[in-house]
């Protein structure tokens, strides 16, 4: 009797599900989907990927397998995705400002609109962090001292033409100061020389607080409303600087993947993105969620573009 | 009284016990296979570490990754290819002594060698973390870029027989290194165009190409045997080798406090230990003409250096949450997606955690001698008695996928087969590979730490300063003269010897 109860309720969850998914996808996924990471392993695209795998599997029953290809900043694996087969098997991860600056300075092999994203599923904010020992307590001290010292204020940051280095231009600008930018290789190369004296502030992420916990201090985060995990650190809006800015990460499809695919496959996405825990875990990481889907995908690129190509181009990063 | 000893007995149940074997097996054969890096096993191993308790977790990643920087060996001693980066040095002299039919000896000193390695990086880990991470923050972008040109100026030292042909290998192989997407300042150089080019020459399959693929090309085209078959089996060679390993035990201690230190800084990692215990071993030795040539006390630094680098890297790891060396960093991670956070509190609020991890980590290190020996016995037999129309196929598959694997990609195999070849004719009129690899290897590091101090040095003003007034970097710079000079100051008193030697006979 309790298998007849349980085998029409397999039943009944079947035929629900064929009534109403697309014809196309009744069975997507029926097998392990390859989750390929243009980075190497251990940085920050792998480990929000990590997290991603155990809530996918729990909701769609099949594995998510996490590869790399990692090479030129990300421009290895995106040179290629469209070489893969768009049935829904493959998805990559895309990072934001990287797909959209890389593209306008050189041939990278890949121009952004050959990417095929289906979802923006999180960002870590950019934050300006000092040690816990620095004289800067405020936003507003570090702005004075720059204002007396052009130039001399020196911040870490990770990379050229990144997320970091975008938000200090921009923040340069709006605070009306001259500051120095070291690109460093990665986010611990930056942290390290921090933590090592060897710069004033570093333009991290909200993560670099959750990471380092009290051996680092927040000064600001370019965020829309504080970040739960840091109810004291106020935001450059509530100072007065309209900054929102970050990493932006999603996850994009190889071009041939049809139309209902894409989709569903963002509707995947977003499921997980909506699980309490998932996003539980994130912002422990100090990351902040997001939620853009593939029908709002062209609007938001769009806007996105137009903010990085002006900062990009004022740091003469682009010509 | 030793901190967390009271971890001691959780870190003995029988499932960690079994990881940690586990784990230093399928580590130790992992890092064997040239092109499958430590980095890779641990990362391929993460998804299972989700189900289990953050301790054991972390036992079995360390248990890994210290069995794979050991299996490293037995390719550069068998096959004259570093099977990990790390064992790079190990070919120097391990690969001269299986040629001469002491391959065995060779492994199990090799194995010696990593255990007493290992078990310093973790005492060090154990005991003395906070401190040894202020050392992690004292070096900055200028004592990373002497660090690298003395790295550069060991050219010198491992290209005695021409310095030139070195300094030309050195040359060509920072050349390689500017190829790609620049790290720091984003450019795009070198590339011709192609996107195979975009992702710079990946340094493993580099080293497969260097290493491996001439000593493939040799083995076809000659009639020898690869490695001499000794009639009797020798067993271990375990007394020999302890002898040996007793008469080098000052290397062995030297050797090991090196890899630590260097497994401190995050960047340096495994490589750059080996190859400056292995410099450090030959200034100090009475013997240095023999370094290169067979010299066991070779195999015992670069060994005991590399395995050193674990528990050293551990160390800002978790004091500072700043990953030591890439495997580290695949490991923080994993901890972050269990919720623990790594850090100065670390040690306070999540103890149970650390010191059962840090005495799996012992207990990893003294499995290695049993498992690594007994490995090691079968690598060898086996490569030593497979006829060569095997070995060769196989060998060479192995570096195929090797090459692949390090980023899925197919390009990375026709580069490894272009540098193989390039290699070999090198090779043929005398050049040596290693002075490319270590070009190609530090070429990036020393480009990073230049433009940064120097943009450091230019926005405070004081340029001069930061090349020139920082401790730190002074005793680099001291080290590198010392080591650049060497080899002609032994030329120069060996010279004037000589000319006294004919003076007298001609009296």
């Known amino acids: 009797m309790k298998t007849f109860v349980s085998f029409a309720g397999t039943a009944l969850a079947a035929l629900s599900l064929t009534l109403t998914a697309p014809a196309v996808a009744q069975s997507y996924p029926d097998k392990p989907v390859n989750y390929i990471i243009p980075f190497g392993p251990g940085g920050e695209s792998d480990i929000t990927a990590r997290h991603q795998q155990p809530f996918f599997q729990k909701k769609f029953t099949e594995e998510l397998v996490v590869e790399y290809k990692p090479g030129g900043g990300g421009a290895v694996g995106w040179s290629q995705l469209n070489d893969y087969k768009g049935d829904g098997y493959t998805w990559m991860g895309v990072n934001l400002p990287h797909i959209i600056i890389k593209p306008l300075q050189k041939d990278v092999g890949f121009k952004t609109e050959d990417l095929t994203t289906v979802y923006m599923f999180h960002y870590t904010p950019d934050a300006i962090v000092v040690p816990a020992d620095s004289d800067f307590k405020t936003l507003q001290d570090l702005i004075d001292h720059a204002k007396e010292n052009p130039g001399k204020v020196v911040f870490s940051g990770s990379g050229k033409g990144t997320a970091n280095h975008i938000a200090q231009i921009r923040f340069d600008k709006l605070a009306g100061v001259k500051t120095t930018y070291v690109p460093f290789k990665g986010t611990g190369a930056a942290v390290t020389a921090l933590l090592g004296k060897q710069v004033t502030a570093e333009w991290g992420y909200t993560s670099v607080g959750a990471k380092q916990g009290d051996q680092v201090r927040m000064l600001a985060v370019a965020m829309d409303a504080r970040h739960p995990m840091f109810p004291d650190v106020p935001t450059f809006k509530e100072l007065g600087f309209d900054l929102v800015s970050g990493a932006y990460r999603g996850i994009a499809v190889p071009k041939s993947t049809p139309e209902e695919l894409r989709k569903q496959i963002s509707d995947m996405i977003g499921k997980i993105n909506a699980d309490p825990e998932f996003r539980k875990r994130l912002e422990n990481d100090g990351m902040a969620m997001l939620d853009v889907p593939y029908e709002d995908m062209d609007a938001f690129l769009k806007e996105m573009t137009e903010t990085y190509t002006a900062a990009a181009k004022e740091a003469g990063v682009l010509n | ?507």
Request: glycine content about 14%; overall charge neutral.
């Open chain 2, 1 to 507: 009284m030793l901190p967390g000893i009271d971890y001691f007995t959780a870190a003995l149940t029988p499932l960690n016990i079994m990881l940690a074997l586990g784990g230093v097996v399928a580590g130790t054969i992992v890092g064997s296979l040239p092109g499958l890096t430590a980095t890779m096993a641990v990362a391929v191993l993460v998804p299972l570490t989700f189900a289990m308790e953050p301790a054991s977790a972390l036992i079995l990643m360390g248990a890994i990754y210290t069995g794979a920087i050991y299996g490293g060996a037995y390719a550069a001693i068998l096959l004259n290819t570093p099977g990990t980066p790390s064992a790079i040095a190990t070919t120097f002299d391990g690969y001269p002594m299986a040629k001469r039919g002491d391959g065995d000896l060779a492994v199990t000193l090799a194995c010696l060698a990593s255990v007493v390695g290992g078990l310093v990086g973790a005492l060090a880990l154990l005991l003395l973390a906070p401190p040894l991470a202020e050392v992690a923050l004292a070096f900055g972008p200028m004592e990373y870029f002497w660090l690298a040109i003395f790295g550069l100026s060991l050219i010198a030292a491992l290209s005695e027989q021409s310095l030139l042909k070195g300094l030309i290998g050195g040359c060509f192989g920072l050349l390689l290194s500017t190829i790609g997407v620049a790290d720091i300042s984003a450019d795009v150089r070198f590339t011709f165009g192609s996107k195979t080019l975009l992702g710079g020459i990946e340094v493993v399959s580099a080293l497969i190409g260097l290493y491996c693929v001439p000593v493939l090309i040799e083995l076809v085209a000659t009639a020898d045997r690869h490695l001499k078959v000794e009639a009797s089996s020798r067993g271990f060679r375990l007394r020999e080798g302890f002898a040996i390993s007793w008469r080098g035990k000052i290397n062995l201690i030297r050797s090991s406090v090196i890899g630590t230190l260097v497994g401190i800084l995050p960047g340096a990692g495994g490589s750059i230990a080996g190859l400056v215990a292995y410099s450090e071993a030959r200034r100090a030795a009475r013997n240095p003409q023999d370094f290169g040539k067979g010299e066991p006390a070779g195999i015992q630094a670069t060994e005991s250096a590399n395995n050193a680098t674990v528990g050293g890297g551990f160390i800002p790891t978790m004091v500072l949450g700043i990953p030591g060396t890439p495997p580290d960093a695949v490991i923080l991670g994993a901890l972050m997606v269990q919720g623990v956070r790594t850090g100065p509190n670390l040690f306070g609020q999540e103890g149970s955690i650390v010191y059962t991890f840090i005495y799996g980590l012992f207990l990893a290190t003294l499995l290695m001698l049993p498992a690594g020996l007994v490995i090691g016995r079968y690598a060898y037999r086996s490569i030593v008695t497979v006829p060569k129309a095997l070995l060769v196929p196989t060998v060479a598959f192995m570096t195929i996928i090797g090459a692949y694997s390090i980023r899925n990609n197919t390009s990375d195999v026709v580069v490894m087969i272009m540098l193989g070849v390039i290699g070999w004719v090198l090779g043929r009129i005398g050049f040596a590979v290693s002075p490319i690899v270590l070009g190609l290897i530090l070429g990036s590091i020393a480009e990073q730490g230049f433009v940064q101090a120097w943009t450091i040095g230019s926005a405070t003003g004081d340029l001069a300063g930061m090349f020139f007034g920082r401790p730190i970097s002074l005793g680099i710079v001291a080290l590198t003269l010392l080591s650049l000079f060497y080899p002609l100051m032994r030329e120069f008193y060996a010279r004037r010897r000589k000319v006294k030697e004919e003076n007298s006979y001609g009296e």
